[in-house]
């Protein structure tokens, strides 16, 4: 059974960072390709980042690409997304996501989801 546990929300002003970990259980964390995903009130969950299985290739969305980092660390089964220079149209509920596959495929909608983590960015 996947479990994945997002942590690392909170307020912060604008301008501000913000570091969010995933813990993953249930399958093996390095066989996989992760991703972040966000979803603000009223709006519809969209794609945030993604790394696949080895860490060698992320991807972003045009909104927050040279600001957000995604990573991630095997051997702790962690995923990361760094959040710099924070925006409050960045303020959404942010959900980890795992995939079936290794690699990250453009309109990847997650197949395996976390319970997400608040982010609020104040202005």
């Known amino acids: 059974q996947v479990q994945l546990v997002e942590s690392g929300g909170g307020l912060v002003q604008a301008g501000g960072s913000l570091r969010l970990s995933c813990a993953a259980s249930?399958?093996?964390?390095?066989?996989?390709?992760m991703g972040w995903f966000r979803q603000a009130p009223r709006k519809e969950r969209e794609f945030v980042s993604a790394?696949?299985?080895?860490?060698?290739?992320?991807h972003y969305a045009d909104s927050v690409k040279g600001r957000f980092t995604i990573s991630r660390d095997n051997a702790k089964n962690t995923l990361y997304l760094q959040m710099n220079s924070l925006k409050p149209e960045d303020t959404a509920v942010y959900y980890c996501?795992?995939?079936?596959?290794?690699?990250?495929?453009?309109?990847?909608?997650?197949?395996?989801w976390g319970q997400g983590t608040q982010v609020t960015v104040s202005s």
């Open positions: 996501a795992q995939s079936s596959a290794r690699h990250y495929h453009t309109g990847w909608r997650g197949d395996y």
């Open positions: 790394i696949s299985w080895s860490g060698m290739s992320t």
């Open positions: 249930g399958r093996t964390f390095s066989n996989y390709a």
